[in-house]
C-alpha cells in the first residue's frame, strides 16, 4: 500500500491543469446568481408599494421664502419595509443556496454574502438613525454632494449593490462584478428619465425603484440564461 496520489510518471502540469479545471467547474457548478437578484427585484418593487400608502413623518417644520413650509421627513413605514424586507430576503437566499448545494452534492460559499448582507442592512440601519436622532446639518441646508454620494450608497438599495460586490468575489464571478457595479452606478448617479413629474409625494420614489428593480430582473434573467445555455445538453 502506498500514499502516493501522484502516478508513475504522470505530468504534474497535466495534473495542476486538471485541478484547475476542476476547481473552476466546481465554481460554476456552485452559482445560482440569478436567485439573490431575483429576490433583491421583488423586495425593490414591493418598496414602492410601502411608500405609496404610508405616510411620511414631518418634523422641524419652518416658513422659507415666498412664505411656503418646510419640513424634514422620512418614511418610518418603508424604513422598516427595507431592513425586515432586506434580512427575510438573504434568509431566502441563504436556504436556496444550500438546496441546489444539496441537490448537485457541492458546497457553497453563500454565508459571507449573506453575513455580509445582514451587517450592511445594520449599517443602512445606524446610519439612518444617525440622520434622525443627530441631523448634524442646520435646517433648511441641503447635504454635498459627496454626502449625498454617501447617503446613497448607504441606503438599503446601495447596500444590496456593496453585498453583490462581495459575492461577486466569493464566487470570482467577473460579469456579476460587472453587474454589481453598473448596477451601484445606477443607484449612486439616479437616472429617472424624467418620470414621476407631478406624480405627487408618494410616487416620488416609484421611478428610481422602477428602474433598480428592473436592472435587477434583467440580470437575473440574464444570468439564469446563461446557467441554462451551459448545461451540458
Known sequence: MTSDV???????????????????????????TWLPL???????FGAILVYRFSQPVLSDCQ??????????GWYRAAQFYWWTALLLAYVVIAGGYLRVARARGLGTRVRPYVLTGVALVVLSAAATAVLIYLDP????????AAAQLLLRLL?????????LLVLAWLERHPALLLFALGYLAVVLVPVNFGWGVGWGLQWSFAPQLVINGGVLLLGSAGFALAQRLRRPR
Not at 431575483?38 to 425593490?44: E, F, K, Q
Not at 416658513?63 to 424634514?72: F, S
Open 63 to 72: 416658513t422659507v421664502q415666498d412664505g411656503q413650509v418646510a419640513c424634514r
Open 155 to 163: 441606503a438599503p438599495t446601495g447596500v444590496m449593490g456593496l453585498a
Open 6 to 32: 501522484v502516478a508513475a510518471g504522470g505530468d504534474p502540469r497535466r495534473l495542476l491543469a486538471d485541478a484547475r479545471d476542476l476547481a473552476r467547474r466546481v465554481r460554476l457548478a456552485q452559482r445560482v
Open 137 to 144: 446639518l442646520p435646517f433648511p441646508d441641503e447635504p454635498s
Open 38 to 44: 431575483l429576490v433583491l427585484a421583488v423586495v425593490t
